[in-house]
């Protein structure tokens, strides 16, 4: 598994959450900065430090939550298959059309509302049921707000901890907040 974007705010988190959360077998680490890498590496106790030519080949799936000022082109052939992308960015980094051939593309950092909501923005962003999707950073306020938390998880550099990725799960869960039906966007992407 790769995270792209390793040493960013929501990078190191995921990096964070899989190397302690999961059983991940190696943690591929790709960043453009060497020395936050070699910071990050050391603090998870682990994990191959490479760069995006050698990891793609490498990985079944490719957390993308790197800043992109554009939409990135990857040479299909250089990539494992079957292999997950998960395109955690706003702007996305990758192109959804290039999904296809074993080659899958979910959208992240969007959650869904149990019941509809009224806002024009999940329209822009291309959501898939705008009227109950909302990108996760906002749900994050909302969740706060709700549990009369009155302050913020991911303000500053690095400041996102296991225990406030918990307790946002579980207000979530409390709020009637989902992550996105995996399997609904690995048939869409597959079609």
Known sequence: MAVVGATGDIGSAV?????????????LLVAR????????????????????????????????????????EIDMESLRKPCLMIDGGYPKNLDTKFAGGGVHVLKGGIVEFCNDI??????????????RQMFACFAEAMLLEFENCHTNFSWGRNQISLEKMDFIGMASLRHGFSSLNLNHQLQASAA
């Open 33 to 72: 900065q060497q020395k936050p890498l070699v910071e990050l590496q050391a603090e998870l106790g682990g994990g191959r430090i490479l760069s995006l030519e050698e990891a793609l080949p490498e990985a079944d799936v490719v957390v993308w939550v790197a800043s992109m000022p554009r939409t990135l």
């Open 15 to 27: 990096c964070r959450w899989l190397s302690s959360r999961t059983g991940v077998a190696e943690l």
């Open 118 to 131: 009224s806002w024009d923005v999940g329209w822009m962003a291309e959501m898939d049921k705008p009227e």
